[in-house]
């Protein structure tokens, strides 16, 4: 059964510790996302990988780290250098890039807090 | 700089009746856009899509309705049953470009 799963589904994180959520893929799709949900705000996009071994910023990356070493697989670091990381966090994945008409697929989310 | 807006944060309907959701977009760029479904705690789903050569999809009791002059689309829920319940996107993109861009969000309340 094909699908996305992150992990965990809560995580909480001390004042200047890194932490990293998790982010896999069954489906063989090409490209992943990383996206930010806040109350009230749509969701806006941190990294994506089109292929493995190469990544791009999205509108909101400062404070975040990527890498996509394989292609089922694209964890999201978010750094201390991230002065506001209570978030819900949601990783998506496609056949193709996000502009050439491909929906997305998306995981269940981890929601980030600090303590 | 929102170029994906949905104006409405919350919509109730009976059941059976029609819902429409409303989004509007700024960026005359976009041509392709969907629609995606969110229930608490998880991640959002596919509903439906439109690209710009269209002005109308539908898939069963979803239609989407697209005004490129209007920058305007609308999802069409007939008829609305309870399940329906839950908080729905609007998302754009461009052909040239490689991001999609995404409303705040509508909730729907579908009362029995």
């Known amino acids: 059964d094909g699908g996305i799963t992150q992990s965990p589904k809560y995580l909480f994180r001390k004042e200047g510790q890194n932490v990293t959520l998790s982010c896999e893929q069954n489906?063989?799709?090409?490209?992943m996302y990383w996206y930010r949900q806040d109350p009230g705000q749509g969701l806006r996009l941190i990294y994506y990988?089109?292929?493995?071994?190469?990544?791009q910023k999205g509108d909101i990356a400062e404070g975040y780290s990527v890498s996509r070493e394989k292609k089922e697989s694209f964890p999201l670091t978010v750094t201390s250098a991230q002065k506001n990381p209570t978030a819900f966090y949601l990783c998506?994945?496609?056949?193709?890039?996000?502009?050439?008409?491909?929906?997305?697929?998306f995981g269940d989310g981890t929601r980030l807090s600090i303590l | 700089d929102q170029q994906v807006k949905q104006n409405s944060p919350s919509l109730s309907v009976q059941e059976g009746r029609i819902s429409i959701l409303n989004c509007d977009y700024t960026n005359s760029m976009f041509d392709y856009f969907l629609w995606y479904k969110k229930y608490p705690a998880e991640g959002p789903t596919f509903l439906i899509s439109?690209?710009?050569?269209?002005d109308k999809n539908e898939d069963g009791r979803f239609t989407v309705f697209l005004n490129k002059s209007a920058k305007h689309l609308s999802l069409h829920i007939v008829p609305s049953q309870p399940g329906d319940s839950a908080v729905y996107f609007c998302a754009a993109s461009a052909w040239t470009g490689n991001q999609f861009y995404f409303g705040t969000g509508t909730s729907l309340t579908v009362i029995p």
């Open positions: 990988s089109q292929i493995v071994n190469d990544f």
């Open positions: 489906l063989n799709h090409d490209a």
């Open positions: 439109i690209s710009s050569i269209k």
């Open positions: 998506a994945s496609s056949a193709q890039g996000q502009g050439r008409g491909q929906p997305q697929h």
